[in-house]
């Protein structure tokens, strides 16, 4: 049975495509099949898995109807981890998927046919709640949120789980909250230990138990093409990132 996640919180530069790509690959590791799908017009996940910008097909033109997802699958470095690619394209879905009646169903619908092939489809969504981020949530069966450890962490979250809840009752009956996980926390301050009680006091049940660090070699992944995991696989990061993997497999 396959399970597909959305990684979404409509703040930037929470964490969202680190995630996305650390926990893909550590799924990966665990020699099970996993697709990331990268909706983001940034297309940092593309680029954090070695892949360039302008790959081709790309989602853009799954979304458009130009092209069917299996077409769009590339491999990676990575045994088991394939990526369909973002490229800046992308920006103009946001004009162009509300003017077309149903396109909330797309990204649904083009994954169906492939969907089977993969235990885990993860899709890294953009920074906002506009059609890209819709449609992958009407695409996912559950949802992670990554919360930043600053003093804003809980500003938008409220109106994500409205968001949420909407695509829920309208949309994606089967939507669930899979957790919420605390990412760029700094232990040694006082902040980072007041807004995690914080956010765990607000959502007791939903916050995961893992936190992801503040770490060095996370931030420098990325400009190597690689995940933490295996850019420095004994670092605080990639210890975090792997049990991040075995608490989502937990809560299925």
Known sequence: MSTVYAIANQKGGVGKTTTAVN??????????????IDMDAQANATVG???????????????????????????TALEHLAIVPASP?????????????????????????????????????????????????VAADRVIVPVQAEYYALEG????????????????????????????????????????????????????ETVIPRNVRIGEAPSFGQPVIHHDPHCAGSDAYFELAREVAARG
């Not at 492939?114 to 890209?132: K, Q």
């Open 49 to 75: 898995l070695g892949l360039p910008k302008d790959a081709s097909p790309s989602v853009y033109d799954v979304l458009a109807g130009d092209a069917p997802l299996e077409q769009a699958i590339q491999r």
């Open 89 to 137: 394209d992308l920006a103009g879905a946001n004009v162009e998927l509300p003017r077309i009646g149903g396109s909330e169903h797309r990204l649904r619908d083009a994954l169906a046919p492939v969907r089977d092939r993969f235990a885990f489809t993860i899709l890294d969504c953009p920074p906002s709640l506009g059609p890209l981020t819709v449609n992958a949530l």
């Open 23 to 36: 926990l893909a690959a550590c799924i990966a590791e665990a020699e099970y099949e996993v697709l990331l």
């Open 157 to 208: 979250l409220a109106g994500l789980l409205d968001t949420l809840s909407l695509i829920q009752r309208e949309l994606n009956p089967r939507l669930t909250i899979a957790g919420m996980v605390l990412t760029m926390h700094d232990g040694r301050t006082r902040l980072a230990q007041d807004v995690e009680q914080e956010v765990r006091s607000h959502f007791p049940q939903l916050v995961f």
